[in-house]
C-alpha cells in the first residue's frame, strides 16, 4: 500500500475560499472622487482595465480588475500554489519514509490475541523527513520559514497519534489457539488494517483545525505579526484539508502484517496434552509492519 494519497485541489479551493485580495487592504484604496478618479482612469489603457486569471483556481482575487492587480494575483497566487503542492509532496515523501521504519513492539501474545499498549507503534519523526525531502530541501528565506513551521506541525501531529496506538487484543496468531509444541517459533500476525489499532490522538491527524494550529503555532512569531491579512492561516488550513482527508483516508487502508508473534506453550505436556495455546508470548519489533 503506498504512501497517503493526497488530493491537492482541495487545498486550493480551501483557500480560493478565503476571498484574499492583493494588494492588501492595508496597502490599496480606490481611488475616488474628483480629480482622483478621472487620473487613475485616464492612467490605464483600455486594453489593461480588465484581465483574465492565467492560475485557476485563483489563489488571490484582485482589489480592482486592472491588468496590474490581477498580474500580482497571478504570480504570488502560483508562489503559494507551489509551495502548497510541494509540502503535500513533501509529507507523502515523509511517510513512504515513515513506513520503511514503522515497528509493532512490546506487543503481548495471549492465545490467538495480541495486546499493545498506547505506544507500542514505534517510528521515526516526520520533521527531518519533510525539510529534507528532494521537493522542498533547497528552500530559502521566508520559504524556509513557512516550510519549517510545516514540518514541525505535522510531525507533532503525527507523533502525537502513533504515540497513543494501541492493540487491543486483535485475533493475529490464529495458529497459537493451540499449537503443538512447547515453543511456538515466530509466525507473521494476520494482516489488518491500521485502523484496527486505534489511537486516543486521531484527530490529530483527521482533523485539518489541529495540523493547522500546530502550523501556526510553529511559525515564527514576527512573521505572524507582519502577515495583517492572516494570509498564514488560509495556506496553512488550505494544507491540513488536504492532509487531514490523506491521513483519514490512508488509515483504513494500510496492512499491517508481518508482525513475528512466538511464546511458550505452557499447558503442552505430550502425550496427554499434544497441544495448547501460547501464554505470555510476545513479538519480534523489526521495521517493515506498515511497509505493505
Known sequence: MPAPTFIKILGNLAFFAKGLKLPTSAEWQQPSGDPAAKHYSDALKPADKVAIPTVIPPWFMPQNPNKYHQDSCDKIGKEFKDFHDAMI?????AAN??????????????SVS????????????LENFIKNAPMTASFTGNKQKYRDAVAK????CFKDWQGKVMVPGLP???????????????????PVPLITNPSAMSANIMAP?????????ALDGGMKDKDKDKQHEALFEAIATVLSLGFTMWLPMQQVMLV????????FA???????????????AVPGHCIA
Do not use: H, R, T
Not at 509532496?89 to 515523501?93: E, M
Not at 521504519?101 to 501474545?109: C, E, I, R, T
Not at 495486546?115 to 519523526?125: F, K, Q, R, T, V
Not at 505430550?270 to 519480534?284: A, K, S
Open 89 to 93: 509532496d513533501a509529507v507523502g515523501y
Open 209 to 217: 483545525s489541529q495540523l493547522k494550529s500546530e502550523m501556526v503555532n
Open 153 to 156: 506541525g505535522v510531525s507533532k
Open 97 to 110: 519514509m515513515w513506513k520503511l521504519q514503522a515497528k509493532f513492539k512490546d506487543l503481548k501474545v495471549m
Open 172 to 190: 493475529l496468531y490464529p495458529a497459537f489457539a493451540a499449537f503443538p509444541g512447547p515453543m511456538a517459533p515466530p509466525m507473521p500476525s494476520v
Open 270 to 284: 505430550p502425550p496427554f496434552v499434544p497441544v495448547g495455546p501460547v501464554v505470555g508470548g510476545d513479538n519480534l
Open 114 to 125: 495480541a495486546i499493545g499498549a498506547p505506544g507500542c507503534l514505534d517510528g521515526p519523526e
Open 260 to 267: 513475528m508473534g512466538k511464546g511458550p506453550i505452557p499447558s
